[in-house]
């Protein structure tokens, strides 16, 4: 049957959500042969794999044996076999449905034609007229990449089928650069210089980089007390006690910790501390050696209740305790717990 051949693309492709379909076509076929049928990437067999329905205009739909899925895709394509089995002979009947039909196989073969260059790669029409782009021969381009030369022709340059490397970082443009997807291989240890960590692994990259945990940085710990915010604790929070050397000057360190404790084997100074910082307090715990009366004198940082120097209890072994607490890098307020036994 021959019917008008609308001006329309011989290709349409579907989602496979509809299942077995139908899946409809709207150009005109002759037969059901005029078309082919692929589900993803496999051409389909009629009859075995689908049905065909071709409507009163020519039209048409194509029913599947098996279901496909919203991830299938189907795609109906036009291929009526390019082929003349007809032949008109002088002084023969020349009907007018024999012509008809003779004419829409033309337009269909044209149209066919037409849909398969649109797939192709082709130049823009507004391209002058002596660009060429006919392929360099097979054995040319074996194991190249397609490229353009600098009249817009198609040539065959030096690759392999490998994905094109990025070359040389420091040759490249950065504005020229631009990585959105997939994997980077083939480098490893780049340089800090380089943007890079300097090592292979997470646990390296941070030696290099001077954030090691457990020795350069603290292992995260919810837990953790810090130095600028109001804690409750929930278990027992001490300092150490730095024990100073007995000579004739005892200077603490108070940078080394809040409490300290000494045993005097002799009349002895207590200097000024070193590294004050206002805020800090502790204890320092005096104890008389074996044979006691021994004398403690104190730095000028040091400030006692009166204005007035403390006497230690002189018996031996006896122990005092002296309490302070720094006020400024210059100042210390302190108070001496006598005799505690």
């Known amino acids: 049957m021959a019917y008008p051949i609308s001006d329309v693309?011989?290709?349409?492709?579907?989602?496979?959500?509809?299942?077995?379909?139908?899946?409809s076509f709207t150009f005109e076929i002759l037969t059901q042969t005029d078309i082919?049928?692929?589900?993803?990437?496999?051409?389909?067999?009629?009859?075995?794999?689908?049905?065909?329905t071709i409507n009163a205009n020519g039209t048409g739909s194509i029913t599947l044996v098996s279901a496909a899925t919203g991830a299938d895709s189907i795609t109906i394509v036009g291929d009526r076999g390019i082929q003349r089995t007809t032949d008109f002979v002088t002084g023969g009947d020349l009907f007018a449905n024999t012509l008809n039909q003779e004419l829409d196989a033309l337009t269909i073969y044209s149209?066919?034609?037409?849909?398969?260059?649109?797939?192709?790669?082709?130049?823009?029409?507004?391209?002058?007229?002596?660009?060429?782009?006919?392929?360099?021969?097979?054995?040319?381009?074996?194991?190249?990449?397609?490229?353009?030369?600098?009249?817009?022709?198609?040539?065959?340059?030096?690759?392999?089928?490998?994905?094109?490397?990025?070359?040389?970082?420091?040759?490249?443009?950065?504005d020229a650069v631009a990585i959105t997807g997939g994997v980077i291989t083939g480098?490893?240890?780049?340089?800090?210089?380089?943007?890079?960590?300097?090592?292979?692994?997470a646990a390296n990259a941070r030696i290099s980089l001077g954030v090691a945990i457990?020795?350069?940085?603290?292992?995260?710990?919810?837990?953790?007390?810090?130095?600028?915010?109001?804690?409750?604790f929930t278990a027992a929070q001490r300092g150490s006690v730095s024990v100073l050397t007995d000579a004739s000057t005892i200077t603490p360190d108070f940078a080394v910790a809040n409490n300290f404790s000494v045993t005097l084997g002799g009349n002895r100074t207590l200097a000024n501390p070193t590294n004050l910082t206002a805020g800090q307090s502790g204890v320092i715990v005096i104890t008389q050696d074996g044979t006691g009366s021994r004398t403690l004198a104190y730095g000028g940082?040091?400030?006692?209740?009166?204005?007035?120097?403390?006497?230690?209890?002189?018996?031996?072994?006896?122990?005092?305790?002296?309490?302070?607490?720094?006020e400024s890098a210059t100042r210390i307020t302190a108070r001496l717990i006598t005799d505690v036994k």
């Open 214 to 232: 457990g020795t350069d940085v603290q292992a995260y710990d919810a837990a953790t007390a810090k130095t600028n915010v109001a804690q409750a």
């Open 36 to 52: 082919a049928v692929y589900k993803n990437t496999t051409l389909l067999t009629l009859t075995t794999n689908y049905t065909v």
């Open 111 to 174: 149209q066919q034609v037409d849909e398969k260059a649109e797939r192709g790669l082709k130049a823009p029409v507004t391209d002058p007229t002596d660009i060429s782009m006919t392929l360099p021969s097979k054995t040319s381009r074996a194991n190249k990449y397609l490229g353009f030369d600098a009249n817009g022709n198609p040539v065959a340059t030096a690759g392999t089928s490998a994905p094109p490397s990025l070359g040389t970082m420091s040759s490249q443009n950065a």
């Open 187 to 201: 480098i490893t240890d780049l340089a800090i210089a380089d943007g890079g960590t300097g090592a292979s692994t």
């Open 301 to 326: 940082y040091f400030k006692f209740p009166g204005g007035t120097a403390p006497t230690l209890t002189t018996t031996a072994s006896a122990v005092d305790v002296l309490a302070y607490y720094v």
């Open 9 to 23: 693309s011989r290709r349409v492709v579907y989602s496979g959500s509809a299942g077995v379909g139908p899946y």
